[in-house]
């Protein structure tokens, strides 16, 4: 069945190539300021993030340690998101980070393997390590039988996540903002499949997500994807794309889907009534799923980084002050910034 795609909205627009293909639904913000050093130069300046040989010779390639006050402000963002949502009704969830392999087949498409998902082998058994904890939310309700559901299930997943980022050669293979490891808060809903509820969520997960960067002050862009970007699971697909002034360029910071039933008939997560032994026993719901990024923690901090630059370093957006001990700025190594940039590859 992963190998099929998910029926799509009405609303999904037909054509296969993103670049012209996807629409822009609304922006937020000054999306056309320009600014000077890019998020490579600023850690780089600021003295706080290692990505040379002596760390990718431990670790591979798209490798890096942080430091100092660039430690602060990812614990910082972790801590905001997830407040932001259990103040709006989810449910922290921390989960395995990773699968066993016929687990992970049933959350994970085919060319993820291959692409994308990392494997461990030990024991005598593979599992292999998560991409998102969208996959082990969705595995943990594997078998089970809601038989209504009159408030969704909201889950505020907290993971580290693992790519390989196999067909990603050559984009942003500097500093950050692709990396095969990086920490991330998702938000996962699973709700009754009747009456369009799950397209009102799916718009209510947008809006979270755009009131989140709203209150970190990064300019955006929401894109409704064209249905040849879509993955097979999604039956609709928002990106929220940050604007990040010294590139000139727009970049995903998140993702929202609705997969409808796609993901639970795969899990065998059903809902209504038990109907065995009556007229209607093979008539089956099953709930639908949906899931959508809050916070990218590595890539919002090089969007912060380009947005809140200043001649002496990074400015703290005020919401985060409050988890950083009151930190307002990170000032760059000997207050002084040095003239250049560090260009961006695959812009």
Same mark, same amino acid.
């Given at each position: ?71 602060? #402000?990812?614990?910082? *963002?972790?801590?905001?998101? *997830? ?8 449910? $922290? ?23 994308? #998902? ?17 996959? $082990? ?35 942003? @293979? ?27 969520? #799916?718009?209510?997960?947008? @809006? ?8 970190? !002050?990064? $300019? ?54 038990? #109907? ?36 002496? !370093? ?25 003239? !250049? ?7």
């Amino acid at each position: 069945m992963l190998n099929v795609g998910n029926i799509l909205h009405e609303s999904v627009p037909i054509a296969q190539d993103e670049e012209t293909g996807n629409t822009v639904v609304r922006t937020f913000g000054n999306t056309t300021k320009r600014a000077k050093l890019n998020h490579v130069s600023i850690m780089e300046r600021l003295g706080m993030m290692d990505t040379s040989k002596a760390v990718t010779s431990m670790a591979g390639g798209r490798s890096y340690v942080l430091k100092g006050g660039l430690v602060q #402000l990812q614990v910082a *963002l972790v801590s905001y998101s *997830l407040d932001f949502l259990v103040k709006r009704g989810y449910t $922290p969830f921390y989960p395995p980070f990773f699968l066993n392999r016929d687990v992970m087949g049933e959350v994970a498409q085919l060319s993820q393997f291959d692409e994308e #998902l990392y494997q461990v082998s030990g024991d005598g058994d593979k599992k292999y390590l998560i991409a998102t904890s969208e996959m $082990p939310i969705a595995a943990y309700h594997r078998g089970r039988w809601f038989t209504e559901l009159k408030e969704p299930l909201k889950y505020a997943g907290m993971s580290t996540c693992f790519r390989k980022e196999a067909g990603a050669h050559g984009r942003d @293979t500097l500093g950050i903002f692709r990396v095969h490891q990086f920490d991330k808060i998702e938000q996962f809903v699973v709700c009754s499949p009747r009456q369009e509820e799950s397209w009102r969520h #799916l718009e209510d997960m947008i @809006t979270t997500s755009e009131e989140f960067n709203k209150s970190l !002050g990064l $300019p955006y862009r929401v894109v409704n994807i064209c249905s040849g970007a879509l993955n097979n699971a999604a039956a609709k697909k928002y990106d929220l794309e940050a604007w990040f002034p010294a590139s000139g360029a727009f970049r995903e910071l998140v993702s929202c889907s609705n997969c409808t039933d796609y993901q639970s008939q795969s899990v065998n997560c059903r809902y209504g009534p038990n #109907l065995r032994g009556t007229a209607a026993q093979n008539v089956k719901e099953y709930c639908h799923m949906l899931n959508g990024t809050l916070c990218a923690i590595t890539r919002t901090m090089c969007c912060i980084c380009e947005n809140y630059q200043t001649e002496e !370093g990074v400015v703290i957006p005020d919401v985060l002050r409050p988890y950083m001990m009151g930190i307002e700025m990170i000032r760059f190594e000997n207050n002084a910034q040095a003239e !250049g940039t560090t260009p961006d590859k695959g812009e």
